[in-house]
């Protein structure tokens, strides 16, 4: 056993020595929904996605292994979200980090011009700020996770533009929301994120 960690520990010392690591400047734009667990208010949410905007620093590892690579970033998110009944609405502001493992499919004629890619990966949000309508006795979540699926492509080893999906993996947030107007009928809401981010990246 103890060889086979110094096997594992030499192997990941090497790949460190050999691999490539670059840091660049991420921004993009985020389509948010909330899937929420009532369905009688499911019907009260908004049918179109809520915009928010994300940037930060992002870094690439790629390893010698051709076309494997990962990537991490640290980032301001913002999310929205909006409900069409009584000004039910809510605005949060993240530290968010994405981990990535990312294929880039080598085309050998334009390798260095054009790379596409995929990548997949958890995602980790923590809460800075929060902004609420009026009446609303929402709870959100500190830490808000996430598991991405994207793809993209790499202009000239320099520029990235990609588009992400991010299927909630915990719920963000917890509510009670008044359904009549006399404030007499009240259902309990628990809201886990779904969300599109559409971004753009160069790497020095």
């Known amino acids: 056993m103890k060889r086979i960690f110094i096997l594992l520990a030499a192997a990941v010392c090497c790949l460190a020595t050999t691999a490539q690591v670059r840091f660049g400047l991420k921004a993009g734009i985020g389509l948010n929904s909330l899937n929420l667990s009532n369905h009688t208010v499911q019907e009260l949410a908004c049918k179109d996605n809520c915009t928010g905007f994300t940037g930060g620093l992002l870094v690439e590892w790629e390893t010698p292994v051709v076309g494997l690579c990962f990537d991490g970033a640290l980032q301001y998110a913002r999310r929205t979200n909006d409900l069409t009944k009584d000004d039910h609405w809510f605005k949060r502001d993240y530290i968010d980090i994405p981990i990535n493992l990312k294929w880039k499919m080598v085309i050998p004629s334009i390798a260095d011009k054009f790379r596409p890619f995929l990548f997949t990966g958890p ?82």
Do not use: M, P
């Open 123 to 204: 995602d980790f949000a923590i809460l800075v700020s929060k902004r609420k309508g009026d009446g609303l006795g929402s709870r959100f979540s500190s830490l808000s996770t996430a598991w991405n699926f994207g793809a993209g492509f790499e202009i000239c080893r320099h520029f990235q533009i990609s588009a992400a999906y991010g299927l909630g993996l915990n719920k963000s947030i917890k509510d009670v929301i008044t359904l009549t107007a006399d404030g007499k009928a009240e259902e309990a809401v628990d809201g886990t994120d779904r969300f599109w981010t559409i971004s753009a990246a160069y790497l020095f």
